[in-house]
T-cell receptor
């Protein structure tokens, strides 16, 4: 597609449930990033993929969060046992290479845990 | 770890007023600097970027930013704002390679017609 696509655009879930958020990057982009944006804050880095492997997952807040990119394209962010504090907009970005280029962001998935 | 500070959380201007949004970062090495804009209901979009070369960078829609290394600053400017510039603006920095972007907390700009 023309841009980074994220689905769903909105997700409401109950506390304790499992959720999956999907990111479809721009075709050909090898680098993929997940960020989380809480209300009144700038986006915070979660994890970075180069190809299929997670090159840096230092931003994942705890072991309830996990992300995969099995074929080097689509990525899924998985959150287990959701908590109300997980409510945020989850942003995905991709870039054609890792240096000297900007990342292109999707519109995000707004997750609300009730 | 690097950090980015944006001094103004909410700015209100009348149309045709000049704009300057402050951004300071903390990192002593080589940096790549960005300003992103998020219009209401839309995704983050790149406004301008600095990688190297001329420290005065021109972006889209008449925006520019100046990288002043000695001040660790990358302030955003526009000589005359329009109502359509109403948005949230984020300063961001990359250090040391790949796109682990550190964002500031953002500045909400409201332009009154």
């Amino acid at each position: 597609g023309a841009g980074v696509s994220q689905t769903p655009s909105n997700k409401v879930t109950e506390k304790g449930k499992y959720v999956e958020l999907r990111c479809d990057p721009i075709s050909g982009h090898t680098a993929l990033y997940w960020y989380r944006q809480s209300l009144g804050q700038g986006p915070e880095f979660l994890i970075y993929f180069q190809g299929t492997g997670a090159a840096d997952d230092s931003g994942l807040p705890n072991d309830r969060f996990f992300a995969v990119r099995p074929e080097g394209s689509v990525s899924t962010l998985k959150i287990q046992r959701t908590e109300r504090g997980d409510s945020a907009v989850y942003l995905c970005a991709s870039s054609p290479q890792t240096v000297n280029t900007e990342a292109f962001f999707g519109q995000g998935t707004r997750l609300t845990v009730v | 770890a690097q950090s980015v500070s944006q001094h103004n959380h909410h700015v209100i201007l009348s149309e045709a007023a000049s704009l300057e949004l402050g951004c300071n970062y903390s990192y002593g090495g080589t940096v790549n600097l960005f300003w992103y804009v998020q219009y209401p209901g839309q995704h983050l979009q790149l406004l301008l970027k600095y990688f190297s070369g001329d420290p005065l960078v021109k972006g889209i829609k008449g925006f520019e930013a100046e990288f002043i290394k000695s001040k660790f600053s990358f302030n955003l400017r526009k000589p005359s704002v329009q109502w359509s510039d109403t948005a949230e603006y984020f300063c961001a920095v990359i250090t040391g390679g790949y796109q682990k972007v550190t964002f500031g907390t953002g500045t909400k700009l409201q332009v009154i017609p």
